[in-house]
């Protein structure tokens, strides 16, 4: 299903419930009063229908098995990538990552950052710190690690790289964690506490991202 075209988006078509942020640059920021982004033309998902491998034994409710898209599934135009006033410190090319409202910030020269939508972790997966870059990926293999498999056995024990991949087209691996920012070939994820405590983008957005960064670079999860 092709995705909405670009658009100029002057007021979101909704938007969650803040939490009080305790004024200062984080509220500037991410605040209700926060400034409006505006919509640089966005690529489109490399793979719009990528199904996920139903796993053998895998029941139904598990977060990890594969329903297709939903009907009628059309992408939050906030989630979109696009350029955004960014006022803070963050030196530029460090990457922010804004779990509670569901962006990634790549902080450019200028006052700004590209901002991506991204699925998170699920309640009781969450985390916060400062990692970089340790090595990046092209289409990952995946190999669940022990701790997963405790808890979803079904699983397969390893996953070659491709668009079926829970990992998709990209992947970046923060420091020597298991905690990864990847591609996903479930873009309706997108904008949701989903994961095990990895990041993930759409498969377009993350090519967009990997070209952008290097092995080194500051991540900061907030």
Same mark, same amino acid.
């Given at each position: 299903?092709?995705?909405?075209?670009?658009?100029?988006?002057?007021?979101?078509?909704?938007?969650?419930?803040?939490?009080?942020?305790?004024?200062?640059?984080?509220?500037? /920021?991410?605040?209700?009063?926060?400034?409006?982004?505006?919509?640089?033309?966005?690529?489109?998902?490399?793979?719009? =229908?990528?199904?996920?491998?139903?796993?053998?034994?895998?029941?139904?409710?598990?977060?990890?098995?594969?329903?297709?898209?939903?009907?009628?599934?059309?992408?939050?135009?906030?989630? /979109? =990538?696009?350029?955004?006033?960014?006022?803070?410190?963050?030196?530029?090319?460090?990457?922010?990552?804004?779990?509670?409202?569901?962006?990634?910030?790549?902080?450019?020269?200028?006052?700004?950052? /590209?901002?991506?939508?991204? *699925?998170?972790?699920?309640? &009781?997966?969450?985390?916060? *710190?400062?990692?970089?870059?340790?090595?990046?990926?092209?289409?990952?293999?995946?190999?669940?690690?022990?701790?997963?498999?405790?808890?979803?056995?079904?699983?397969?024990?390893?996953?070659?790289?491709?668009?079926?991949?829970?990992? &998709?087209?990209?992947?970046?691996?923060? &420091?020597?964690?298991?905690?990864?920012?990847?591609?996903?070939?479930?873009?309706?994820?997108?904008?949701?506490?989903?994961?095990?405590?990895?990041?993930?983008? =759409?498969?377009?957005?993350?090519?967009?991202?990997?070209?952008?960064?290097?092995?080194?670079?500051?991540?900061?999860? /907030?």
């Amino acid at each position: 299903m092709p995705e909405t075209p670009p658009m100029v988006v002057t007021q979101p078509a909704y938007a969650p419930a803040r939490p009080n942020l305790g004024g200062g640059f984080i509220e500037f /920021l991410f605040g209700e009063h926060g400034p409006q982004p505006q919509v640089a033309g966005a690529p489109p998902n490399l793979y719009p =229908r990528g199904d996920r491998p139903i796993y053998a034994n895998a029941p139904a409710a598990d977060p990890l098995y594969a329903p297709q898209a939903p009907q009628n599934y059309r992408m939050d135009p906030r989630f /979109l =990538r696009q350029e955004v006033v960014f006022d803070g410190d963050e030196a530029p090319g460090t990457i922010v990552i804004d779990t509670p409202n569901h962006f990634l910030y790549l902080v450019e020269e200028g006052g700004k950052a /590209l901002r991506y939508g991204i *699925g998170v972790a699920r309640p &009781g997966f969450t985390w916060s *710190g400062t990692h970089t870059i340790s090595s990046k990926k092209e289409w990952p293999d995946w190999v669940p690690p022990p701790e997963m498999l405790e808890r979803q056995p079904y699983l397969p024990h390893f996953m070659a790289g491709g668009p079926t991949n829970p990992l &998709g087209a990209r992947a970046l691996y923060l &420091g020597s964690t298991l905690y990864r920012i990847h591609g996903s070939n479930e873009p309706w994820t997108i904008g949701q506490n989903v994961s095990s405590g990895c990041i993930r983008m =759409r498969n377009a957005d993350v090519v967009d991202l990997y070209s952008r960064v290097n092995v080194g670079t500051k991540v900061k999860v /907030l």
